[in-house]
């Protein structure tokens, strides 16, 4: 009962201190000002690194629906169940409308190479998920509930501390007997020593923000990597992807038809849903020029531009140029050609080569 009666009373006596001072009744004691910078680079850090760690959740799982069940399992301390990404649902889709329309017709051959592009593209996000949730969010969310929390507790015993020492200053300052300012007297200089002792303790956790700001530095950077070589993954597989489709047939007739004669150079023409991939078959349309050597043909007076290639192209024959990305050729076009293929020429090489895969510069 004393304790409670004692706890009761210092309670008591820092909400009246507390008071007093908010309404400017009481002096207050006043933290020097590297103190008060520490404490305001502190309070930046924590709340930046609670906006960084729950925008980086939000980039790695935009759906907040699972948020939320990832946060129940994380405090419930129970694994979190692994999670289809929507590239690979994506996938999964491609592949089951491929085995139903016809895998193979056209549209199912190619929707099977894209469902295993998009799988492997879900892959790679789950681990880049994983990799990132472990290099950067959980450092963060340690520094959060681990160190933030020891420096909020010590933050809030230091203005315990600081209240009493201010109330133990104003009962001095109201002492009149003799006896009454000894007691005084000696209540300050321990509530200065505790003080002091607190302020100390809580100054060097505030010091050690700085720590803290290395580790997160080289958590970026782990962030960045892991980033850099899902990005890396995804552009690789991309790039198979457009090479595989450039290999399959540039169009397709949508129709069950039985196949009529052939038509002449006055029918209307049949209506075909063409793909966009890199066209395939002759880029010279009549049989004499798709037969002549295109080391002997010369380049039109003018007509001829520059083009940067846009990606790596493998040649399907002796007739095609391979491409590079990000060379520069020089590309013209000669009459009767299709037009979704032009001649490029390279140094001593020239070869056709498809339109899709270039930039054409003025």
């Given at each position: 009962?004393?304790?409670?009666?004692?706890?009761?009373?210092?309670?008591?006596?820092?909400?009246?201190?507390?008071?007093?001072?908010?309404?400017?009744?009481?002096?207050?004691?006043?933290?020097?000002?590297?103190?008060?910078?520490?404490?305001?680079?502190?309070?930046?850090?924590?709340?930046?690194?609670?906006?960084?760690?729950?925008?980086?959740?939000?980039?790695?799982?935009?759906?907040?629906?699972?948020?939320?069940?990832?946060?129940?399992?994380?405090?419930?301390?129970?694994?979190?169940?692994?999670?289809?990404?929507?590239?690979?649902?994506?996938?999964?889709?491609?592949?089951?409308?491929?085995?139903?329309?016809?895998?193979?017709?056209?549209?199912?051959?190619?929707?099977?190479?894209?469902?295993?592009?998009?799988?492997?593209?879900?892959?790679?996000?789950?681990?880049?998920?994983?990799?990132?949730?472990?290099?950067?969010?959980?450092?963060?969310?340690?520094?959060?509930?681990?160190?933030?929390?020891?420096?909020?507790?010590?933050?809030?015993?230091?203005?315990?501390?600081?209240?009493?020492?201010?109330?133990?200053?104003?009962?001095?300052?109201?002492?009149?007997?003799?006896?009454?300012?000894?007691?005084?007297?000696?209540?300050?200089?321990?509530?200065?020593?505790?003080?002091?002792?607190?302020?100390?303790?809580?100054?060097?956790?505030?010091?050690?923000?700085?720590?803290?700001?290395?580790?997160?530095?080289r958590c970026l950077h782990?962030?960045?990597?892991?980033?850099?070589?899902?990005y890396a993954q995804c552009?690789?597989?991309?790039?198979?992807?457009?090479?595989?489709?450039?290999?399959?047939?540039?169009?397709?007739?949508?129709?069950?038809?039985?196949?009529?004669?052939?038509?002449?150079?006055?029918?209307?023409?049949?209506?075909?849903?063409?793909?966009?991939?890199?066209?395939?078959?002759?880029?010279?349309?009549?049989?004499?020029?798709?037969?002549?050597?295109?080391?002997?043909?010369?380049?039109?007076?003018?007509?001829?531009?520059?083009?940067?290639?846009?990606?790596?192209?493998?040649?399907?024959?002796?007739?095609?140029?391979?491409?590079?990305?990000?060379?520069?050729?020089?590309?013209?076009?000669?009459?009767?050609?299709?037009?979704?293929?032009?001649?490029?020429?390279?140094?001593?090489?020239?070869?056709?080569?498809?339109?899709?895969?270039?930039?054409?510069?003025?």
């Amino acid at each position: 009962m004393k304790k409670l009666a004692s706890d009761a009373g210092i309670f008591f006596t820092r909400a009246v201190q507390f008071t007093e001072e908010k309404f400017g009744q009481a002096e207050k004691t006043e933290l020097d000002a590297h103190f008060e910078n520490l404490l305001a680079r502190a309070d930046s850090t924590k709340n930046w690194t609670e906006r960084i760690l729950r925008q980086t959740e939000v980039l790695l799982q935009p759906n907040p629906s699972a948020r939320v069940e990832e946060f129940l399992y994380e405090k419930l301390d129970r694994k979190v169940p692994s999670r289809v990404t929507n590239g690979e649902l994506l996938a999964q889709y491609m592949a089951e409308a491929a085995s139903e329309l016809g895998p193979s017709t056209p549209y199912g051959k190619t929707l099977i190479k894209v469902s295993e592009a998009e799988k492997r593209l879900g892959a790679a996000e789950r681990d880049f998920i994983h990799t990132a949730s472990l290099s950067f969010l959980t450092p963060l969310r340690n520094f959060l509930e681990g160190d933030w929390k020891t420096i909020s507790k010590e933050r809030r015993l230091l203005q315990n501390r600081r209240l009493d020492l201010d109330a133990c200053k104003a009962r001095l300052k109201k002492a009149k007997a003799a006896e009454a300012k000894a007691t005084a007297e000696q209540e300050l200089r321990v509530a200065q020593t505790e003080f002091d002792r607190q302020a100390e303790v809580t100054r060097l956790l505030l010091e050690g923000i700085s720590s803290t700001h290395v580790n997160h530095l080289r958590c970026l950077h782990e962030f960045v990597k892991s980033q850099t070589t899902y990005y890396a993954q995804c552009y690789r597989h991309m790039l198979d992807l457009q090479k595989q489709l450039g290999r399959f047939p540039g169009t397709f007739v949508g129709t069950t038809e039985p196949a009529s004669p052939p038509l002449s150079s006055t029918s209307p023409t049949t209506t075909a849903a063409t793909m966009p991939v890199v066209p395939t078959g002759a880029g010279l349309s009549p049989p004499e020029e798709a037969a002549l050597c295109l080391e002997e043909v010369a380049p039109p007076a003018s007509g001829t531009r520059k083009a940067r290639v846009l990606y790596d192209y493998e040649a399907a024959d002796s007739s095609e140029l391979a491409l590079l990305a990000d060379e520069l050729i020089t590309v013209y076009s000669l009459p009767g050609m299709d037009p979704d293929w032009l001649i490029g020429e390279r140094g001593n090489k020239k070869g056709k080569v498809p339109v899709t895969y270039l930039e054409l510069l003025s």
